[in-house]
């Protein structure tokens, strides 16, 4: 399956933001990673590169393109790390964001963060 309709552009800050494309289960199957730098910008990254075991507790459900696991954390969208007020919003982003419920708990609780720009909409 598929980590959505199609794994989207992204651009802009993104420290601490994840990835997770399905390379199938196939040896012939492969990811494609391609880069675009447009401007006279410096540009920055480190990427890490990991394949899961098929049956690995931390493999995600498939179509999902970010997978949150443990007791608390933070899911954000691709560029909000920009500095406050400057956000853009990022178009065609149309993919599933998954937690994993953890062992011993029944429910998920969301709250708007600390954050005076959470929960903003363009």
């Not at 410096?42 to 394949?51: D, L, M, T, Y």
């Not at 969208?77 to 956000?87: I, K, Q, T």
């Amino acid at each position: 399956m598929a980590t959505g309709k199609t794994t989207p552009l992204i651009c802009g800050e993104n420290d601490g933001s994840h990835i997770y494309v399905d390379a199938g289960s196939e040896t012939s199957s492969e990811a494609v990673l391609t880069a675009v730098l447009t401007g006279t910008n410096n540009r920055k990254w480190k990427i890490k590169v990991a394949q899961i075991p098929c049956n690995a507790r931390t493999n995600p459900p498939g179509g999902c393109l970010q997978y949150h696991t443990g007791t608390s954390g933070t899911v954000r969208s691709f560029n909000f790390l920009a500095a406050s007020g400057s956000y853009l919003h990022l178009a065609d982003q149309y993919y599933k964001v998954c937690i994993r419920r953890e062992s011993g708990y029944c429910k998920i609780g969301w709250y708007a963060s600390e954050d005076t720009d959470s929960f903003k909409f363009s």
